[in-house]
C-alpha cells in the first residue's frame, strides 16, 4: 500500500510553467506506474503521463506530448511533472495516482484507464489565467 500527496500547484499567467511533485510514501519498494491525471469543472478526469518507478520509462497522453516531462527522483521517492507553456484550458485539479506494475503504453504513448488505478492523492489546483 502507498500514499500519495500531490504538491506545486498554484496559479500562473498563460505561458507559465509548473512543476508539480507526487511524494510517494508507504511501500516504495515495489515498483508502480505513477500517472498524472487531471479534472476541470465538468469534465471527466483524462489522464497526462505516466512514469513507471522500476526503470523510469516515460508515458504522455497523446494532445499533451511535447508540453509536459513527467520525471522521478528515486532517492526521494517523488514523481514530478513538469508543465512548459500553460494556456487556461490546462486549468484543473492535478491528482497523482500508482497502481502496481507496468504503465499500459505503447511507443511512448500511455493508454490510461482511471479504473486501472488503486492509489489517489488529494490532489493540487492549477488556474492559468489569461
Known amino acids: 500500500q502507498v500514499q500519495l500527496v500531490e504538491s506545486g500547484g498554484g496559479s500562473v499567467q498563460a505561458g507559465g510553467s509548473l512543476r508539480l511533485s507526487c511524494a510517494v510514501s508507504g511501500d516504495t519498494q515495489k515498483s508502480y506506474c505513477v500517472g498524472w491525471f487531471r479534472q476541470a469543472p465538468g469534465k471527466e478526469r483524462e489522464g497526462v503521463a505516466a512514469l513507471y518507478t522500476g526503470d523510469g520509462e516515460r508515458n504522455y497522453a497523446d494532445f499533451l506530448k511535447g508540453r509536459v516531462i513527467i520525471s522521478q527522483d528515486n532517492s526521494e521517492h517523488t514523481v514530478y511533472l513538469q508543465m512548459n507553456n500553460l494556456s487556461p484550458d490546462d486549468t484543473a485539479v492535478y491528482y497523482c495516482?500508482?497502481?502496481?506494475?507496468?504503465?499500459?503504453?505503447?511507443?511512448?504513448?500511455?493508454?490510461?484507464?482511471?479504473?486501472?488505478?488503486?492509489?489517489w492523492g488529494q490532489g493540487t489546483q492549477v488556474t492559468v489565467s489569461s
Open positions: 495516482a500508482a497502481d502496481a506494475g507496468y504503465c499500459r503504453s505503447y511507443a511512448g504513448t500511455w493508454f490510461w484507464h482511471t479504473d486501472e488505478f488503486t492509489y
